[in-house]
């Protein structure tokens, strides 16, 4: 059994808890328009792989550790030439700007 000073705690926490339920639920439309895109935006960071790094180390670090590891896939790359967008698996050409593709999207068609 509870001592009754804690259950009065515990009564009071419960009954400031359900107020700020209520009070949230009161003025959802002042604060929802503003706490929806920052939500989503948790959502998306939270749940999707990061962004694929640049660079030597990266490469490195991508390489299989054994020779028995399958091989991997080309990797995808999105090149920018004026107002033309082309992907590929080969590099870029020269005078086109390489941008980062979404980890999610992997299959292009031809």
Known sequence: MRSP???TWWTGVIVVLLAAAVAAWWTAD???????????????????PP???RGEGAAAARKPADATAP???????????????TYT??????????????????????
């Open 5 to 7: 000073q804690e259950r």
């Open 51 to 53: 962004p694929p790094q």
């Open 71 to 85: 091989a991997e896939l080309p990797q995808s790359r999105k090149c920018l030439q004026g107002n033309r967008t």
């Open 89 to 110: 698996d080969k590099p870029c050409p020269a005078g086109s700007d390489e941008q980062l593709l979404d980890p999610a999207i992997n299959v292009l068609r031809q």
């Open 30 to 48: 002042q604060w929802r328009p503003h706490a929806g895109p920052w939500a989503k935006k948790a959502w998306r960071t939270a749940t999707r």
